[in-house]
T-cell receptor, first 114, second 115 residues
Framework: AQSVTQLGSHVSVSEGALVLLRCNYS??????LFWYVQYPNQGLQLLLK??????LVKGINGFEAEFKKSETSFHLTKPSAHMSDAAEYFC????????????FGTGTRLQVFP | SAVISQKPSRDICQRGTSLTIQCQVD?????MFWYRQQPGQSLTLIAT?????????ESGFVIDKFPISRPNLTFSTLTVSNMSPEDSSIYLC????????????FGEGSRLTVL
């Protein structure tokens, strides 16, 4: 069975600082991996996805993530945080040839201070 | 991409009552998924709904508590039955993206508060 672990339920950074949100996955088959963002009182929006093409994936709003099979990781980064990045971030995994249902991590709340 | 509309967007309900949430998609989709997001927590899959067949429920969720309908390829409903305060959550409808990318599109959710 697939699972994801997000280390750190809360991350705080200063505006302009590097953002690093950690995600490790467990999967018996090569996975699809996703990062979603949820702004306050809104639904989920896809940031980026890994589906077996390039291991470094670029998403919206300047975010990117690198798939590292040897470390079973898919950490999300952004070189310079903006105030507008404050939100909840969820890592998710699905089977490559499965039913498309996603298993979500527990989420990381990102706070950005001026 | 798919545009997903959910109704109601929020509601306050009394203990013991039932509420049906509607999910409308702007295109035909094979699978629809219902998730629950309890306050301050992540998303948990309740069930997968395919048109023309009974929904498939995840461990910990049963049809009597969360009956689902899927009458056509653009619509589904989730009923939360005999509600208790523990059912206070955001309920989200989602659909798989095209081209089998594994991506899901989400509605904005239905926020239920049970008193």
């Amino acid at each position: 069975a697939q699972s994801v672990t997000q280390l750190g339920s809360h991350v705080s950074v200063s505006e302009g600082a590097l953002v690093l949100l950690r995600c490790n996955y467990s999967s018996s088959v090569p996975p699809y991996l996703f990062w979603y963002v949820q702004y306050p009182n809104q639904g989920l929006q896809l940031l980026l996805k890994y589906t077996s093409a390039a291991t470094l994936v670029k998403g919206i709003n300047g975010f990117e993530a690198e798939f590292k099979k040897s470390e079973t990781s898919f950490h999300l980064t952004k070189p310079s945080a903006h105030m507008s990045d404050a939100a909840e971030y969820f890592c998710a995994v699905s089977e490559r040839h499965g039913t498309d249902k996603l298993i979500f991590g527990t989420g990381t709340r990102l706070q950005v201070f001026p | 991409s798919a545009v997903i509309s959910q109704k109601p967007s929020r509601d306050i309900c009394q203990r013991g009552t039932s509420l049906t949430i509607q999910c409308q998609v702007d295109s035909q989709v094979t699978m629809m998924f219902w998730y629950r997001q309890q306050p301050g927590q992540s998303l948990t899959l309740i069930a997968t709904a395919n048109q023309g067949s009974e929904a498939t429920y995840e461990s910990g969720f049963v049809i009597d508590k969360f009956p689902i309908s899927r009458p056509n390829l653009t619509f589904s409903t989730l009923t939360v039955s005999n509600m208790s305060p523990e059912d206070s959550s955001i309920y989200l409808c989602s659909v798989a993206g095209n081209a089998n990318t594994g991506e899901l599109f989400f509605g904005e959710g239905s926020r239920l508060t049970v008193l």
